[in-house]
């Protein structure tokens, strides 16, 4: 399924943060609050203004099933999303065979844009994307 222009005021970008481990302030961590203002400018920076957070504060990166991360899932099969920002491929998860999955398969499926701000991949420039594999492995 392909984005269409016209469908696009009814979604929104997923901005996915996630922590293996909470940092046991009441709320959220601080690198949660911290994922989610680095992922808020960059949608402020590049006029994405309808969004919605997904976090994981907690879970482990090896695990996709994270409560977060599978109402998200729901959230893109449901056509509701056409991109997902993340803070780094690290951020999305650790298992780099499952993390290609998602980003080089399941994501295109849905017509999704996966973008990882400090690592410099987005799938709508492709060529940019030549080193993505070997970021998953590191």
């Given at each position: 399924?392909?984005?269409?222009?016209?469908?696009?005021?009814?979604?929104?970008?997923?901005?996915?943060?996630?922590?293996?481990?909470?940092?046991?302030?009441?709320?959220?961590?601080?690198?949660?609050?911290h994922?989610?203002?680095?992922?808020?400018?960059?949608?402020?920076?590049?006029?994405?203004?309808?969004?919605?957070?997904?976090?994981?504060?907690?879970?482990?990166?090896?695990?996709?099933?994270?409560?977060?991360?599978?109402?998200?899932?729901?959230?893109?099969?449901?056509?509701?999303?056409?991109?997902?920002?993340?803070?780094?491929?690290?951020?999305?998860?650790?298992?780099?065979?499952?993390?290609?999955?998602?980003t080089?398969?399941?994501?295109?499926?849905?017509?999704v844009?996966?973008?990882?701000?400090?690592?410099?991949?987005?799938?709508?420039?492709?060529?940019?994307?030549?080193?993505?594999?070997?970021?998953?492995?590191?």
């Amino acid at each position: 399924m392909s984005r269409q222009l016209g469908t696009m005021t009814q979604q929104w970008a997923a901005l996915y943060v996630r922590l293996s481990r909470d940092d046991e302030n009441i709320g959220d961590s601080d690198s949660i609050a911290h994922q989610i203002e680095i992922l808020s400018k960059y949608c402020k920076d590049h006029r994405i203004t309808h969004h919605r957070v997904y976090k994981d504060d907690g879970w482990s990166g090896t695990n996709f099933q994270r409560p977060g991360f599978l109402e998200m899932l729901s959230d893109i099969e449901a056509g509701k999303v056409h991109t997902v920002i993340v803070k780094d491929m690290s951020r999305f998860g650790r298992n780099y065979l499952e993390v290609g999955l998602y980003t080089e398969l399941r994501f295109p499926e849905f017509g999704v844009r996966f973008i990882a701000i400090n690592d410099g991949v987005d799938s709508d420039n492709p060529q940019d994307n030549d080193f993505t594999p070997f970021r998953n492995l590191v």
